[in-house]
């Protein structure tokens, strides 16, 4: 089984013009997708990926995700028609509740219902985006159901919902084009995942193949098996850290491993955290190694349903030699 492309997914905690220079690299080296997150206070995503667009011919970009709390449904659908002109055909725009950093940031709305806004911002941009007015009564926004947006609609936007527990995966299923999966994923996690979007899309009548499964792989490549391997040690003590529930659940990582990174992070700090990582929970949430290891991981992951991975984060000990050897080597392997 092969992929449907290979997509790079940034941080966007870098000065835009690095930003910039890495998506035009990705762009020049075949890659098909460039992911772009909100990433805590950061940098605006949509102005990051506009900036992208502009300085790429080719490449898809991904909003990797956009929330309804901190702008408006009516203010997503405008921003991701916007971007469409900008790039016609080559946006896709993620959406997702990202309650974890709402709570962190201490602006969730009293009474929020994430599930439910989610949903209904995904309805409501699917109608606007399509040039038709709302068409329902939201319970979750202020918008009138006659609302329609101003500006022409440069193509079909697909939208994507970020999502994360089964009612999100099968609520994606039903109604969103894709799915992108959060930070740290596994092959257990994904192959789980995957059941729950299929189910989402019988129960909605829709071919499970409507739906495009995306994920951030956390991926370190080089010739030197332990540096690219050490390299992702510290990203998993951060994650593990702080993740919880089903991602967890569903990895098949030892629960022992586990503990002892949380606990040495709460104790000490993340730095010294990275040393209780284990090669298990390496093996588990990430590819790591030689280009060698990185194909042979990354094709387990299409196994378990993933279509479109985007390599994340670390890369390798040098990011930049790392991203042209998953082009040049690891790419055409697996696409």
């Given at each position: ?6 997509g790079?997914s ?13 998506a035009?690299?990705?762009d ?24 992208v ?14 929330n ?6 009516l203010?997503l659908?405008?921003?991701?028609a ?7 055909g ?50 979750t ?18 939208i ?10 099968e ?15 596994s092959?257990g ?19 499970p193949?409507?739906v ?11 010739s ?17 850290a ?45 590819v ?14 299409a196994?378990?349903?993933?279509q ?26 697996l696409?």
């Amino acid at each position: 089984m092969t992929f449907l492309g290979l997509g790079l997914s940034l941080s966007n905690e870098d000065p835009v013009d690095a930003t910039v220079a890495l998506a035009r690299m990705a762009d020049e080296l075949g890659f098909d997708e460039v992911s772009l997150p909100e990433s805590r206070l950061f940098r605006s995503v949509t102005t990051a990926a506009a900036a992208v667009l502009s300085h790429t011919n080719r490449i898809t970009v991904r909003v990797g995700i956009a929330n309804p709390v901190t702008r408006h449904p009516l203010v997503l659908a405008l921003e991701a028609a916007t971007l469409a002109e900008l790039g016609p055909g080559r946006i896709r725009f993620g959406l997702g509740a990202a309650e974890w950093t709402m709570r962190a940031l201490g602006v969730e709305p009293t009474g929020w219902r994430p599930y439910t806004n989610t949903v209904e911002t995904l309805r409501a941009m699917r109608a606007l985006l399509a040039g038709q007015p709302l068409g329902f009564a939201p319970t979750t926004f202020i918008a009138s159901p006659e609302v329609s947006l101003d500006c022409p609609i440069p193509g079909p936007i697909p939208i994507d919902l970020g999502a994360v527990n089964s009612r999100m995966l099968e609520a994606a299923g039903a109604l969103a084009h894709g799915v992108q999966l959060g930070a740290i994923t596994s092959v257990g996690y994904t192959r789980w995942a995957t059941g729950r979007i299929e189910h989402g899309a019988a129960v909605a009548g829709r071919e499970p193949a409507e739906v495009l499964l995306s994920a951030n792989v956390l991926t370190s490549v080089d010739s030197d098996r332990k540096a690219a391997r050490d390299a992702v040690r510290e990203v998993l003590a951060y994650y593990l850290a702080r993740v919880e529930g089903v991602v967890i659940e569903e990895s098949g990582a030892d629960p022992e491993h586990i503990d002892q990174v949380r606990q040495v992070v709460a104790r000490d700090g993340v730095t010294v955290g990275a040393s209780a990582v284990s090669e298990h929970l390496i093996d588990t949430f990430s590819v790591a190694g030689t280009p060698r290891d990185v194909a042979e991981g990354l094709a387990i992951y299409a196994e378990a349903g993933l279509q479109m991975p985007l390599v994340w984060h670390t890369l390798g000990p040098n990011p930049t030699a790392a991203l042209r050897t998953i082009a040049r080597e690891i790419r055409p392997e697996l696409c």
